[in-house]
Structure formats: structure tokens, C-alpha cells
């Protein structure tokens, strides 16, 4: 079975800070991660991915993740926030059969 | 190229009636699959069509639903009749690759979702 978590279910920054949104994952097999974004009244969109290729993975907006197998992690940072960057956050795992585990998901709030 | 569309963007219906909700997937995309997310929750797997087969509707909740893919194009999911508890958002996503090509698995787009209110 697999699973992920998602700490922190609100995250706050100021404009300019840095964003880490915290995503841990279990599974039984080489897992594939995502993270997703749905911004307000939007669909969920792809922010980037790991499919077993590099560790540090780039994404659109500026994001990129981390996979560390060691700590079962794949956290997502952007150095530098944004206005724009308000949105919720979902990370999300998927093996063969290509299912889709989500995450609680992290709304990210952007100070000014 | 035209992304995944769902529709309506929005339903309210009440307790005990019947609602359809339509997704038309990428064009080319074989694959095509159903979340939900209610609220406060988690989104959570419904189902997934290779083509019009069902491959895997391990998610559905009960017999309440009923998820077809005529002629391996678009999707609708029926939920009749309709409780509360089926409130939440709808989301259709599909992809091109069917996994386990070197097992590979395969960006899933989604769709905007559709709002479901039971009152």
C-alpha cells in the first residue's frame, strides 16, 4: 500500500521568502511522486515529477523537489515566493497502474 | 491542444436525484480516470478506463455509481440516487501511456473538476 503526508496543512510566507512544503511517502515499490498545484478556481496542474531518473528535479514556476530515499521524502522549495504562488499544494504517489495516491494537500499562503 | 474538460463545473441537486457528470480526456489519451475530493479531505481514486475497459474500480464507494466509457472517448460518472455525503469535487484526469510499458507511468492531466452540492 502506499500513502503520503503532507506536513503542515497551511504555510505561510513573505513575499521574496523561501517555500518549503513538506511531503513524506510510503510504498512497496519504487514509487513515481508528483506534486500537483490547483490554483483558485482552477484544475489541479503539474508542477513537476520524479520517475527515478535524477534526484533533484525542476519543475515550472521556479519549484523544484528532492527525492531522498533515505527519508522516504520529496519535499518542494522555491527560493523565492511569490503573490502568484498562493494556491494549494498537493504531493502525490502512484506505482504500477499508474493510480494516484494524494496527499491532504498544503495551501500556501503569500504575504506582501 | 485542448485539455481535459469536465462539465458541469458546478451541480446542486437535491438528496435522492440523479446527476451525470461528463469528462472528455486529451484526444489520443487511452487512459482516463475519476477522483474525488470531499471536503477536507484527501482526493481520493474512483476508477480508471484503458479504452472503454474498465481496468481498475477498486475506489468507487458503492453501487450508487455507475461509470461508463462508450467507444473509448469520453467518460460520464452517474451517481443515483444522490446522498449527502457525495458532496465534494469531481475530478477527471487522463493519460497517454498504459503502464507497465518498462514501467513506465504516465503524466495524468487533469481536469478543472466539477462541484457537486447534495442538499
Known amino acids: 500500500a502506499q500513502s503520503v503526508t503532507q506536513l503542515g496543512s497551511h504555510v505561510s510566507v513573505s513575499e521574496g521568502a523561501l517555500v518549503l512544503l513538506r511531503c513524506n511517502y510510503s510504498?512497496?515499490?519504487?514509487?513515481?511522486l508528483f506534486w500537483y498545484v490547483q490554483y483558485p478556481n482552477q484544475g489541479l496542474q503539474l508542477l513537476l515529477k520524479y520517475t527515478s531518473a535524477a534526484t533533484l528535479v525542476k519543475g515550472i514556476n521556479g519549484f523544484e523537489a528532492e527525492f531522498k530515499k533515505s527519508e522516504t521524502s520529496f519535499h518542494l522549495t522555491k527560493p523565492s515566493a511569490h503573490m502568484s504562488d498562493a494556491a494549494e499544494y498537493f504531493c502525490?504517489?502512484?506505482?504500477?497502474?499508474?493510480?494516484?495516491?494524494f496527499g491532504a494537500g498544503t495551501i500556501l499562503r503569500v504575504k506582501s | 491542444e485542448a485539455g481535459v474538460t469536465q462539465f458541469p463545473s458546478h451541480s446542486v441537486i437535491e438528496k435522492g436525484q440523479t446527476v451525470t457528470l461528463r469528462c472528455d480526456p486529451i484526444?489520443?489519451?487511452?487512459?482516463l480516470y475519476w477522483y474525488r475530493r470531499v471536503m477536507g479531505k484527501e482526493i481520493k481514486f474512483l476508477l480508471h478506463f484503458v479504452k472503454e475497459s474498465k481496468q481498475d474500480e477498486s475506489g468507487m464507494p458503492n453501487n450508487r455509481f455507475l461509470a461508463e466509457r462508450t467507444g473509448g472517448t469520453y467518460s460520464t460518472l452517474k451517481v443515483q440516487p444522490a446522498e449527502l455525503e457525495d458532496s465534494g469535487v469531481y475530478f477527471c484526469a487522463s493519460s497517454q501511456v498504459f503502464p507497465p510499458v518498462g514501467g513506465k507511468r504516465d503524466t495524468q492531466y487533469f481536469g478543472p473538476g466539477t462541484r457537486l452540492t447534495v442538499l
Open positions: 502525490a504517489v502512484s506505482s504500477y497502474g499508474n493510480k494516484l495516491v
Open positions: 510504498s512497496s515499490v519504487p514509487p513515481y
Open positions: 484526444s489520443g489519451h487511452d487512459n
